[in-house]
């Protein structure tokens, strides 16, 4: 099990901003795409965005987010983020971050059969 220590969540008005971090090892990171999933209450965990190994550089998002998050690699902090702005209420959810088992994100990212380990997941909840 690789270690993957999420923080950042909380709760935020519409059309505010919070920045996911996703604290993990650095070979965790040379090694695996990394990837942010999510899960609302009542509802299957989805693929949110996913970022290539340290190698690479290519990035994906899931639809409904594109515009609005943005997902980085910071190697020499060891950590993955994800940026989320003009957020809405049909964001909320329990967000995971997830080290693939592949070093690029591949045309199946979102998928819940990639991902080779968890983090304990935070909670985002978009209310006013």
């Known amino acids: 099990q690789l270690q993957l220590v999420e923080s950042g969540g909380g709760l935020v008005k519409p059309g505010g901003s919070l920045r996911l971090s996703c604290a993990t090892s650095?070979?965790?990171?040379?090694?695996?795409?990394m990837g942010w999933f999510r899960q609302a209450a009542g509802k299957e965990r989805e693929g949110v965005s996913c970022?290539?190994?340290?190698?690479?550089?290519?990035?994906y998002y899931t639809d409904s987010v594109k515009g609005r998050f943005t997902i980085s690699r910071d190697s020499p902090k060891n950590a993955v983020f994800l940026q989320m702005n003009s957020l809405k209420p049909e964001d909320t959810a329990v967000y995971y971050c997830a080290a693939l088992s592949r070093w690029n994100c591949g045309s199946n990212w979102y998928s819940q059969s990639e991902v080779r380990s968890w983090g304990q997941g935070t909670q985002v909840t978009v209310s006013s």
């Open positions: 650095r070979s965790t990171l040379i090694a695996n795409a």
């Open positions: 970022i290539s190994s340290s190698g690479g550089s290519s990035t």
